[in-house]
Each structure stands twice: as C-alpha cells, then as structure tokens.
C-alpha cells in the first residue's frame, strides 16, 4: 500500500544552489519551498548544485549550507527518453557507473541568477523533456539580461529609464573616457550593475565621480557586461505575476528601504527590529486607478519577454513627476516565506501552499501543450 500511494504522488524535484553569486539566497528559497510542498500530494526530491557546479542528491541542504559529507553525486540527462535522477558512482572524480535515484515528474527550479535563472538550466531541462516550473530558455534568458530586458520593453512601448551599456573591458581600458561619456548621458545618481545578476548583487549608488568608478570596479567583478540606469527620487514597487497564456497578477507592495537602497543587505541580511530594516507596505499606498495601471504594465511586461509560471516584476514610480518605469523582472523570485513574491499572492488571497500547487499546475499544462507540437517536418506532408 505505501509502494502505491508512493507511485500516486508527483515526485518534484527542487533543484537550489548553484554557481551563483546569489547561492545562499537560493537555500533559503529552497528550504521553504520544500518545507512548504504538501508531502500527501508530493515526493519531494533534493537536488543541490555545489558553488563549482557539481550535482548532489540526499542531504542537500546541509551539504551545502555546512559541508556536511551527507549528499551523493547525481546528474540529469539530456535525453527525452529517461526522466531520471541518475546517481554518480564516482572512482577518483571519474563516473563510472550511472543508477536510478528515481524518475521526476516536474522540476521546481529555485535557482537564482547566473547558471539557473538565465536560461542555462531550463536548456537542459529542455533537453531532458522534463516538465518545469517558471520561464522557458528564452523568456529566461532575456529576463536575466538587464540589457536585453530593457530592449524588448522599448521595443514594446514600456517605459524604461534612460540607461547606458558598457563592458568590463572598456571600462578597464579606457576609464576616463567611459566616466565622462556617462556623464555627459546621464546626471547623479546613477546605479551601476552587472547586466546578468539579481538580489542587488554588484549593484552600486553612485552620487559623483568617484563613486561612480567604483560603482564600475563592483559591477565588472561579477559580470562582463555593466549597465548604468538614471537614478530618480522614486518609490519602488512590486507586482507577482502568476500564469502561461493568460497570467494574472497580484496587489501592488512597496518596498520602502532604510538603507541608501535595496541592496543585498536589507533583503537578507539585516534583522526586523533593525533600524535598517526595509518596510514592506501590503498593497501599496496608491490609488486604485494606478494600480490597475500598474498591474496591467507588469503583465505586459512578463508576455513581452515570453515568460511563464512566475515572475516578480519591479517598478520605479518617480515621486517629482509621477511617472513610472519598469525597472526589471526577476523570473526566479526569492521564494521563502517572507519573499516579496509569495507575500503578494498572500494578499491576494492565494496562500503559500496553494501558489506552490499553481505552479506545479503550470508547468505540467505548459509541458503538454509544448508535447503536442508536431517537432518534424516532410515535404510529403505538407
């Protein structure tokens, strides 16, 4: 009878970690998601991506978190026909024997910023024709690239602020020039980030000259690829967005940070009786015309960029003109219990276990809708 129940339960597999600047935020994501999944109608399976890439089963969050010796070597296929967890029988770091872990049903990906968010992972699970939660490759990849995003929304009529793009090596080869050509588009602040990272990691306020450069410095740390945004008096505001073809989206939050601005710090960091501790007002303080405004923008925004399951779309409203911008979408929120995204939806009226089964829902509907494509093509048919 257990066997049974056993094979009745849809097997997830919550895949966290990775070789990402944002690893750690990533564990405490995966920990409420699996605390969360509701273990009558779930086997849930961990899968933990170390900082250097390798794949590990088990005990993962202690693996990960502690370097606790508790996790075993595993790995995914890129092959349609097993939808197998595999496990790695390693002889001094060379497979030499594969074994079945167990077969997954869907993938939850809590995989934030490079090498999860930005399309790499769903490749493979593409691959693999495993169904999984969130964007595909594409609306992934683009919603990882501050660059690329802001682009597609141009290209769409959505508001962005002015920005500029630049590149490690120009910064590091021509400094002087790079600084005065900034200035001479943009006025201070400005904010310099790296194109493809979230959580506000590299990201830098710049009030003058030489916090620009170093603001520059930080940013070319983590990414290739920088971008420079306008900075304005503005109130920061966020929207979840939920769906595939025909996505809804939540109540309108505010973020109203202590610190210079939202950073890593105040997201993660710092302690709720803390002086610095960011206020988060559950909806938002304006009036209902904007916010049907602004909840019809962050909708535009997630089809625009083709992106599915979940995202969390961040909007800058400037309090000297009343004008507002989207500022960016992350397709793989923070997902812990007092994340932004889950919180909205909580205001919404959808609670934290049920997002959890939408989401699962969508994957496996969008999975059977990409089956039914036909994928060959003969002259003879047509």
């Known amino acids: 009878m257990e066997d049974k129940d056993r094979q009745q339960k849809i097997r997830v597999g919550v895949i966290f970690g990775g070789r990402s600047g944002e690893h750690e935020v990533s564990l405490q994501s995966a920990r409420s998601v699996m605390e969360a999944l509701d273990k009558e109608k779930y086997e849930v399976i961990p899968v933990g991506i170390t900082k250097e890439g390798r794949w590990v089963t088990g005990d993962v969050l202690a693996a990960l978190a502690d370097g606790a010796d508790t996790a075993v070597p595993a790995a995914l296929l890129p092959d349609p026909h097993s ?124 009030d003058d000259r030489d916090s620009l450069r170093a603001g520059l410095a930080e940013a070319a740390r983590y990414d290739r690829r920088i ?84 995202g969390r779309v961040d909007l800058l409203l400037d309090k000297d003109t009343g004008e507002f911008y989207i500022n960016e979408i992350n397709t793989i929120p923070g997902f812990t219990r007092i994340s932004m995204y889950p919180k909205l939806w909580e205001a919404t009226g959808v609670s934290y276990p049920d997002l959890l089964d939408r989401l699962v829902e969508l994957a496996l509907a969008r999975y059977e809708e990409k089956s039914s494509l036909q994928t060959s093509f003969s002259v003879l048919e047509a």
């Open 83 to 206: 939808s197998a967890l595999l496990r790695l029988g390693l002889e001094t770091a060379v497979p030499v024997s594969l074994s079945s872990v167990t077969e997954l049903d869907v993938i939850f990906p809590v995989l934030h910023g490079p090498y999860g968010e930005d399309g790499t992972v769903q490749g493979l699970l593409e691959l693999a024709g495993i169904p999984y939660v969130g964007a595909g490759v594409v609306g992934s990849a683009v919603g990882m690239d501050k660059a690329i995003f802001k682009h597609v929304m141009t290209a769409n009529n959505l508001p962005v602020l002015p920005w500029a793009l630049l590149t490690r090596h120009e910064w590091e080869q021509r400094p002087t020039a790079v600084l005065a050509n900034l200035e001479a588009r943009l006025h201070y602040p400005m904010f310099a980030k790296p194109a493809n990272l979230g959580s506000s990691v590299g990201i830098s306020k710049c």
């Open 227 to 310: 971008i420079v945004e306008q900075g304005i008096n503005a109130r920061e505001l966020e929207i979840s967005v939920l769906g595939n073809e025909d996505p809804i989206a939540s109540v309108v939050g505010e973020v109203r940070p202590r610190r210079a601005f939202y950073d890593y710090v105040a997201k993660y960091l710092t302690e709720p009786d803390s002086e610095e501790y960011s206020d988060l007002i559950i909806p938002a303080d304006i009036d209902a015309d904007l916010a049907s405004t602004l909840r019809a923008l962050a909708t535009a925004a997630y089809k625009a960029i083709d992106c599915a399951g979940l």
